[in-house]
């Protein structure tokens, strides 16, 4: 009994089947639902990845442009050139890597633009998310302490400095995973976001030892 | 199949209609096998299944894995029928299942002797009064045709509850219509 597919030979089977087909429950039903399915204008998320993207890279742009007027009176001069050197050096291993992907799978034409596209908006989500947090913290150390703790702070950008390029990084390989894989026509994107936020675990675990030694 | 799916999902996500027509062509049927298996009402399940298409079609970039989109799909569906018979239960509007409704839904079929749809009133009355999770799988198997590989996707099941619901109901359906399966 209950073999692979449907049995017509089965008396109860060809019963039900005979009833349900006498309904005609699905005459026509395809042409009808094709109808209906809605304009594609109508189908943009809530929020559109370009304006995330926009959001992400304003967000991200704040935090570095604060990050870097910090670090003459911390740093000194030369140290903040060579900091401005490295993001350069990053950003353009970032469109580096981003154009050798597209070169790489230029056959899969709009496919690979589409996961580039939607890596970015990705990573520009976390950056968003990130900021949001930072946002969040401050402003609980400044409703608790009445004031910004700008030693603390400090002590915690620093600390903050090498677990973002580590989770940077992370993120980075991830998203050229993601592009790779979306670009062959798999899907592992909840792997990826696995990787994604063990990444995030990682870099959140890293800052609080860092910033324990800082303060220590 | 599901990794033709995924071709389509991801086709669709970009832009392509006739994607998610060939996906609509692929799952209204067993949509449709799900929302009535929940309602037991025929416009309402084909309401139901125009909505969900739509539902999905407006949030398919939220699917996490491209290649579930059938199981997606159901789950839509299902989620969308049981809603639909809450609020007719709270309207307190009878719900389809008696038999005088089977009867004027067979009715509403091509004209044909009285025996025939007597039966598939009965049939109908039978599969109704299956536990849900049975009805479900007896009426994807037996209104699409599927096996139960298919079956196992669209509900999220293993093959063998597939199976044990699958016997269990026909030998349920068998004592009631005893008489009906022997002739």
């Known amino acids: 009994m209950g073999g692979e597919a449907f049995n017509p030979t089965d008396k109860i089977e060809r019963l039900v089947h005979e ?12 042409e009808r639902v094709s109808a209906a ?5 109508e189908m943009q998320p809530s929020l559109h990845p370009a304006l995330r993207l926009g959001f992400g890279i304003t967000a991200a742009a704040f935090a570095v442009s604060a990050w870097l007027v910090n670090l003459p009176r911390i740093y000194g001069a030369g140290t903040v ?6 993001t350069a050096i990053m950003l353009g291993a970032t469109i580096g890597s981003t154009a050798i992907a597209i070169a790489i799978f230029r056959e899969a034409g709009a496919r690979a ?3 580039v596209r939607n890596a970015l908006s990705g990573l520009a989500g976390n950056a968003l998310v990130g900021t949001i947090a930072a946002a969040a913290l401050l402003g609980t150390a400044y409703f608790l302490l009445g004031s910004f703790p700008a030693d603390q702070i400090q002590a915690g950008l620093r600390a903050a400095r090498s677990s973002a390029a580590t989770l940077l990084f992370v993120l980075l390989a991830a998203a050229a995973v993601q592009i790779w894989i979306l670009a062959r026509g798999r899907d592992w994107r909840p792997a990826l976001r696995l990787v994604e936020a063990a990444g995030l675990v990682v870099a959140a675990i890293a800052c609080a030892a860092n910033y324990a030694i800082y303060i220590a | 199949m599901t990794d033709e799916d995924a071709r389509l999902v991801r086709a669709a996500i970009e832009g392509d209609e ?3 027509k060939t996906l609509i062509e692929r799952y209204a049927r067993m949509a449709a096998a799900i ?5 037991g009402n025929v416009e309402a399940s084909r309401d139901l299944v125009q909505e969900s298409f739509c539902d999905a079609y407006r949030s398919l970039r939220r699917l996490r894995s491209t290649v579930k989109f059938a199981g997606w799909l159901a789950s839509i569906t299902r989620r969308k029928s049981i809603s639909w018979v809450r609020a007719q239960a709270r309207n307190k509007v009878q719900l389809a299942g008696g038999h005088e409704e089977l009867v004027a839904a067979a009715g509403e079929a091509p004209p044909e002797d009285a025996k025939r749809a007597e039966v598939r009133a009965r ?4 599969v109704r009064g299956l536990p849900p999770g049975y009805r479900e799988v007896v009426i994807l198997r037996c209104l699409e045709g599927k096996g139960h590989k ?3 996707e669209a509900l999220g099941i293993s093959a063998a509850a597939v199976d044990k619901r699958l016997t269990r109901a026909k030998n349920m359906l068998r004592e009631v219509l005893g008489d009906l399966a022997d002739e």
């Open chain 2, 150 to 152: 298919e079956i196992c």
């Open chain 2, 123 to 126: 049939v109908l009355s039978a």
């Open chain 2, 35 to 39: 929302a009535y298996s929940v309602t």
């Open chain 2, 18 to 20: 006739d994607a998610f």
């Open chain 1, 37 to 41: 399915i809605p304009p594609r204008t």
């Open chain 1, 81 to 86: 050139a060579s900091y401005v050197g490295l």
């Open chain 1, 113 to 115: 633009f589409a996961a």
């Open chain 1, 19 to 30: 009833s349900l087909d006498g309904l005609h429950l699905t005459d026509g039903l395809v």
